[in-house]
């Protein structure tokens, strides 16, 4: 009897023992052989916002590097708008971090503008108070008015260093615009500097320009609230030429400028590239 219930006793610790060792190599990692590919872990979920704000900065970066001329544009049935083309110099668009100016018409626009993914969109525009005497400017300017408003597809044709903007409506208006680098893109951050500019321009003597008439400019100075702060300088002839600027006879200007050094100039140019910032008083002169 003592006999059975050792026996019995023996194969009950060993069904224990077994059990136990089964559930430990159940448990236990399976060894991967020599020279077998390893199971993958699972990638991470990459975020998805981080690609969309990266294209919204590159694209802002891009709207800004470049003056947009206007070179086409047709209405949705392929017809041209040929209001916003006349003998001036075309219709150009330059961009900030979230302003837009928009140049060469009778007055200067500005405002705000917004990236929506493959969209932008124009904000309200203010604009100068200059008369046009033109009437083809005035239909120009019109028709710019009530075109820069509202959204617009965005896309880019051509090379990094000779872009083209698209701007289409959903009715079909596309608007095409060549590229041109800015001044600060090429040599970096320029100084601004307060220029007023008269009414009427001089005669100047140039070595190649016969009869040229210079601009007759002299330098302001403004304090941090916009207020003027003593004498001008003296009135002098003003060679260069003041990109964004166009002289209208019989009307004072006082210019917010940037002035930019460029390396290596021409021999018959000068060192500093003025561009207009600004147009920060207008006055017609009788």
Sequence with gaps: MKTSIALLSCALVLSL??????TEQAAAPVAEKPGAAATPAPAPTAPTAAPAAA????????LRRFHWRLTEANDGGGQKLAALFTDGEPIQLDFGPNDVSIDHLCNRMSGDYRLRGDQLEFGSLA?????????????????????????FDLAFEGDAATPVMVLKRANGT???????????????????????????????????????????????????HGLRQGEPGPWQNFQEDIQGYTHQAGM??????????????????????????????????H
């Excluded at 023992?17 to 089964?22: F, I, R, S, V, Y």
């Excluded at 294209?55 to 891009?62: C, F, V």
């Design 55 to 62: 294209s919204a900065e590159d694209t802002r970066a891009r």
């Design 127 to 151: 604009s100068t108070r200059m008369a046009c005497a033109d009437p083809a400017r005035t239909a120009q300017e019109q028709g710019a008015s009530t075109l820069f408003s509202g959204g």
């Design 252 to 285: 004072r200007n006082v210019l917010r400028v940037k002035r930019y050094t460029r390396p290596n100039p021409p021999a018959d140019a000068s060192a500093n590239l003025y561009v207009l910032d600004l147009v920060v008083e207008s006055e017609q002169v």
């Design 174 to 224: 596309t608007l095409r615009f060549a590229g041109e680098e800015t001044a600060e893109s090429r040599y970096g951050a320029g100084q601004t500097e307060f220029l007023e500019v008269a009414a009427q321009t001089k005669p100047c003597p140039h070595p190649l320009i016969k009869d040229k008439q210079c601009l007759q400019v002299r330098e302001v100075r403004f304090d941090d």
């Design 17 to 22: 023992a077994a059990c136990q060792k089964a």
